[in-house]
């Protein structure tokens, strides 16, 4: 064996010494622990009442002698002999997951044993799951910093206290799959490409099911993609201006309903990877995100050197894919964004091949001001860009014009103005009998009927949940419009329009499923979380 071989072994052993030496110090460390929680309780006692003359603490001290386990996942079988006082067993701390507060831990401390993580490497089974959960069977295995949810862990911290979910709660997975097929691509086996979330997060209780199982551990999504209905004002009104046509698959009907792919992402940050682009060393990375969330992760700094992963608290990002999915990787297909961050893209490599403005015609009044201000600070524009002065010349509505406040300050006070009701019976076009219209609203089935009882005329249209019954005879009266005017011969039926029954195809007929999932208001809760 040479001399070097020989140093070798003396350095191992050495370092395996300091390791044993500090398991043994930690494990010290935590008795005192211990020891303190069980004087607490004592205090605690005392001044709720318990025996203080001497006698009494004399006789206690003489009949019970306590051992108080040190409630603690990382010192198991450590115990405190305490005979200074005895303690009624109703007042004792008895151990729980809540019974002792772990502020922070340290590498090699016993019963830490983090799962393995090579962020970046291509074979999932390699790079590992993200693991965060603090439940009793996974705390000692985490690879990561933080909690699941993002500004949503909040609200899981009052579920818990207020004993509406268990502290061992773990959800349930069963039929939550993605609803679509992603990936993998390439990027996800750079640990350079994607540093701010889990390209796996997915997949991710399905392809360590197996270690969730074997070893109980807690692993749970961090992206969520289903499918929703959406419905948006604009787009309505784009399909009644003809700027849209519905075609069944995207667009779903005349009200503008669209079908979409969502992706509700949390944020998972690689810190080595985000302190790079920063432009910033881990370390003061590390620092910062400490002493500027109020020490609320002190594993930041006791951990970095086996921890690189951090799920902040702070909201996630949600993705809305207008058809098929598929096609978002498929360099033959055109796909377009709706994106600000330009500049941040192309310096990703992504490449913009066509930039697409505004239109004018789209932009509300009232918007004026704040589109022209962004255009001025970067918003692409084929159009003028104002300078600062021209810029201080564009005026939105008056206030005048908002709600009159300015104008009706001076006026005396008035009464109520009382509300006239919508009518809900209409003249007939073609019999010009008075109030012999009548409107039926099935807002669930999404349409709405109406037909005269005297010549028997009927006419259906797409309404939606704003619409009211004279909304359809509006419509009614313009699709007998449109019907006069592409008359060969009008008015030779005597009438003031074509004697026609006017029919509208109906949302029943375009989409068998009209179930509209409002996902808004349920990004917070998590779409997996069970």
Known sequence: MSDTD??????????SALQNEYRGLAASVEAINGRVNVLAGVK????????????????NRSEVGTTVAAVSPFAPGITVESNEVGLDSSSTRRPSPTSRIILTTYPGQAGIDPLKMDWGHSDPMVRGPVVVSRNPTTVGRRNAIGAHGGAYSIYHALAVASKNLGIGHVPDFTNTEPAVSIGPFPQWADSKKIVAMDP????????YKDLMQKESIDIRPTIAITKAHMKLPELEQSVRSNRIKPDGKICLNDIGELAVTKFAVEPVWYLPGVAERFGIDEGTLRRSLFENTGGSFPELITRST???????PIGGLTV??????????DPKCKLALRVMKHDAIVDQGIPIYERVPI???????????EIDAKIHAG?????KIMNTTELAEVHGRPWEDVDGKRKKSARKPQGPKKKEPLPTSFACLFCNHESSVSVKMDKKGGTGELSCKICGQQFQTGINYLSAAVDVYSDWIDACDTVAKDAT??????QAYPDVNMRRTSQQELEADTSIIDDEDEDGEQDYEG
């Open 6 to 15: 020989t140093i070798l072994r003396q350095i191992q052993q050495t370092l």
């Open 44 to 59: 605690a006692s005392l001044a709720q009442g318990s025996p203080s003359t001497p006698a009494q603490l004399d006789t």
């Open 200 to 207: 796996l997060g997915h997949l991710a209780p399905w392809l």
């Open 306 to 312: 086996d921890i690189k992963v951090f799920l902040p």
């Open 320 to 329: 809305y894919c207008f058809g098929d999915p598929a096609k978002m990787s």
């Open 359 to 369: 239109p004018d015609e789209l932009i509300p009044a009232d918007s004026r001001v």
């Open 379 to 383: 918003y692409f524009t084929t159009g």
């Open 489 to 494: 011969a009008p008015g030779e039926s005597g």
